[in-house]
């Protein structure tokens, strides 16, 4: 997943192998338990200024994935590594250390600040969880002007201000803890299509000023290509294709990427409109995934061989992966 130029440094975030698992409550008292295989064997690597769009439809197993990297849930098998270290064996110390690397900005800006508190309050949670320290106000105070509010919006509360101005308060709470990598979940699908594309500069710009990484969950191929030089297409828990974004946008390789492609309109009406990906079929069950590959129902382009034969994650040019036998 990184570029060749990146690719020495020792990424800020690695997963290797990881599978995310949920058993379902029996529908019989004595019947076999389900499970539902949301995250199936991910690899990703995301290297210090580094970013990386994770993209795909919902229930394609990106939040989890997210979940799993901000160790807001443990793996059922695999492991997550931050600066080299497996998160799993850190405790004490050694975990407030790493969880301060690590921040999180989700989907809806409404839920995601408590009403009852202070917009000071709120961005200054992080810091005040892990260290309160004494420039405490003076860094609420730069990150809030950093994400376009001013100083005097710190005793103002969330239902003072619009859902752009959420988002950028849930930004800077992020930023606050100076960490090396913010993963953003559908940071602009909650907001009116008018305030997206100023979120979205203003993310790019930030990266730029406080040289971060990102990880950005989005359905939409447009926005991943908006702020992330790599990309991951997932579908139903696995990897089908990644590489470079603006080579993912111009030249998608997996039926699936290239469906995604063609929901995103034309520059002219980019800003108006967005579509959903239209694909024939429907997405196979979770607890019950077809053998060979698992987007064939909906493929317009299978063959004999994809109902039987799962396909591997290969490269197919420079920089591009993808698992399709046709590719
Ligand atoms: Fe379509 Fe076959 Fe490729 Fe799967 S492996 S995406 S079914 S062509």
Same mark, same amino acid.
């Given at each position: 997943m990184m570029p060749p130029e990146e690719s020495l440094a020792a990424p800020v975030l690695r997963? *290797?192998?990881?599978?995310?698992?949920?058993?379902?409550?029996?529908? #019989?008292?004595?019947?076999?338990?389900?499970?539902?295989?949301?995250?199936?064997?991910?690899?990703?690597?995301?290297p210090e200024r580094g970013s990386l769009g994770i993209v795909g439809e919902s229930g394609c197993g990106k939040s989890t994935l997210a979940r799993l990297a901000m160790g807001l849930e443990p793996p059922s098998e695999g492991r997550v590594e931050i600066r080299g270290q497996d998160l799993a064996q850190a405790s004490g110390p050694a975990l407030k250390l790493l969880r301060r690397a690590f921040q999180m900005v989700f989907q809806d800006p409404?839920?995601? &600040?408590?009403?009852?508190? *202070?917009?000071?309050?709120?961005?200054?949670?992080?810091?005040?969880?892990l260290e309160?320290? #004494?420039?405490?106000?003076?860094?609420?105070?730069? !990150?809030?002007?950093?994400?376009?509010?001013?100083?005097a919006d710190l005793d103002k509360?969330?239902?003072?201000?619009?859902?752009?101005?959420?988002q950028r308060i849930a930004i #800077?709470?992020?930023? @606050?803890?100076?960490?090396?990598?913010?993963?953003?979940d559908e940071p602009v699908?909650?907001?009116?299509?008018? !305030?997206?594309?100023?979120?979205?500069?203003?993310?790019?710009?930030?990266?730029e000023q406080y040289g971060l990484a990102y990880m950005l969950i989005s359905h939409? &191929? #447009? @926005?991943?290509?908006?702020?992330?030089?790599?990309?991951a297409v997932m579908y139903?828990?696995?990897?089908?294709?990644?590489?470079?974004?603006? &080579?993912?946008?111009e030249r998608p390789a997996h039926p699936y990427t290239q469906a995604l492609r063609q929901a995103v309109p034309s520059a002219a009406v980019a800003n108006r409109r967005r579509r959903r990906a239209r694909l024939p079929g429907g997405v196979p069950s979770q607890t019950r995934l077809p053998p060979g590959c698992a987007f064939a129902d909906r493929c317009p382009i299978a063959e004999a061989r994809c109902r039987v034969e799962v396909p591997r994650l290969r490269e197919i040019g420079p920089g591009q992966r993808a698992a399709c036998h046709l590719a």
């Open positions: 997963t *290797t192998g990881l599978h995310r698992r949920y058993l379902l409550p029996r529908r #019989a008292l004595f019947g076999p338990r389900d499970s539902v295989h949301a995250v199936n064997g991910v690899d990703i690597a995301i409404y839920g995601s &600040l408590n009403p009852r508190h *202070t917009v000071g309050r709120i961005v200054a949670e992080p810091i005040d969880a309160k320290p #004494a420039d405490r106000r003076q860094r609420v105070e730069e !990150v809030l002007r950093a994400v376009g509010m001013r100083p509360y969330p239902h003072e201000f619009s859902g752009g101005q959420r #800077a709470r992020a930023l @606050v803890t100076r960490p090396a990598l913010i993963v953003l699908s909650a907001l009116d299509v008018s !305030v997206q594309a100023q979120v979205l500069n203003l993310l790019r710009d930030l990266q939409d &191929l #447009a @926005v991943v290509d908006y702020v992330c030089r790599q990309v139903l828990g696995r990897i089908v294709e990644e590489g470079p974004a603006s &080579l993912l946008f």
